[in-house]
Every structure is written in C-alpha cells, then in structure tokens.
C-alpha cells in the first residue's frame, strides 16, 4: 500500500496556470502506475492522466489534451499535474491514485488503481 497527499489546488481565474503535486509514502514509489483523476459536484469521476512507472508513457483525456502535463519524480516520490489555460470545466476535486503495473492496460478507469489521495480542489472562476 502507498499512501498518496495531493497539494497545489486552489482559486484560480480562467486562463490560468496550475501544477498539483502528489507525495507518496509508503512502498515504493517507482513501482507504481500513476494517474490524476477529477469529479466535478454532481457528475462520475473523470480520468484526467496517467503516466508509467519510468515516466516514458502518459495517457491524457481528450478533455485536457494539449492543455495538461503529467510528469513524476521517483527520487522524491512525488507526481505533477502541470494545467496550464485553466477553464472553468476543469473546476473539480482532483486526486492521484496509483496502481500496480499490471493495470496499465486499463489506465483510465477507477479500478486500475488501488490507493487514492484525499483530493485537492481546484475552482477555474470565469
């Protein structure tokens, strides 16, 4: 098990740039698939990206292609979002999760993933 703590959300005004960070304790880290998923109030939870155990692949939904960046650090056991042009769609409780490497297969889906972070908001105003 890793224990995961998501950090970075906040107010931002649309247009904007944004980079979340995700700590990891516990096993390690470099073992790990990684992804960032987001749930808006009232709607399922969206996979946002994903990225291998050695970083040379990441995956991104078409919603944030182009506009997010996914990266992660292994020495220092943390995982980035990079958002960059912020709109207000993208105002959501953001997590990281992270899941064996078995599962890349199925990179954008919930159950690929055995732990998640508590979340971090993040509010695009318009």
């Known amino acids: 098990q890793v224990q995961l703590v998501e950090s970075g959300g906040g107010l931002v005004q649309a247009g904007d740039s944004l980079t979340l960070a995700c700590a990891a304790s516990g096993r390690t880290f470099s073992s790990y698939i990684m992804g960032w998923f987001r749930q808006a109030p009232g709607k399922e939870r969206e996979f946002v990206a994903a990225?291998?155990?050695?970083?040379?692949?990441?995956d991104y939904g078409d919603s944030v292609k182009g506009r997010f960046t996914i990266s992660r650090d292994n020495a220092k056991n943390t995982l980035y979002l990079q958002m960059k042009s912020l709109k207000a769609e993208d105002t959501a409780v953001y997590y990281c999760?992270?899941?064996?490497?078995?599962?890349?297969?199925?990179?954008?889906?919930?159950?690929?993933?055995?732990?998640w972070g508590q979340g971090t908001q993040v509010t695009a105003s318009s």
């Open positions: 999760a992270a899941g064996p490497p078995t599962n890349w297969g199925t990179r954008t889906t919930s159950a690929a993933y055995n732990d």
């Open positions: 990225i291998s155990r050695n970083g040379g692949n990441r």
